[in-house]
Nanobody
Framework: QVQLVESGGGLVPAGGSLRLSCTGSGRTFSSSAMGWFRQAPGKEREFVGCITWSGASTYFSDSVKGRFTISRDNAKNTVYLQMNSLKPEDTAVYYC?????????????????WGQGTQVTVSS
């Protein structure tokens, strides 16, 4: 069992940066691949990026590649989403998710545990 809590969301102007954090509890956090997803009003939840349990590999959607990075600190049970060059279309609720004992995936259905989400709003 893994419990996840996101933080760091807020209002930022276009071109700005934000760093989201996701802190997990539970013994399996450090062995879980982690993903970030987002959901805008009226739209389906979409993949943003993910990181392997070790932090050695990451994978991103085309819409954020080159602007967002993911890192993790397993000693702190925390994964980070650094978002740079933000655009109004990045506005959404951002969720972190854990995938126990598996590698990278962009599919919502492959993740076992989810946080409650944090709102990111990018003003134009």
């Amino acid at each position: 069992q893994v419990q996840l809590v996101e933080s760091g969301g807020g209002l930022v102007p276009a071109g700005g940066s934000l760093r989201l954090s996701c802190t997990g509890s539970g013994r399996t956090f450090s062995s879980s691949a982690m993903g970030w997803f987002r959901q805008a009003p009226g739209k389906e939840r979409e993949f943003v990026g993910c990181i392997t349990w070790s932090g050695a590999s990451t994978y991103f959607s085309d819409s954020v590649k080159g602007r967002f990075t993911i890192s993790r600190d397993n000693a702190k049970n925390t994964v980070y989403l650094q978002m740079n060059s933000l655009k109004p279309e990045d506005t959404a609720v951002y969720y972190c998710a854990a995938r126990a004992n598996f590698g990278l995936s962009s599919r919502v259905s492959d993740y076992d545990y989810w946080g409650q989400g944090t709102q990111v709003t990018v003003s134009s």
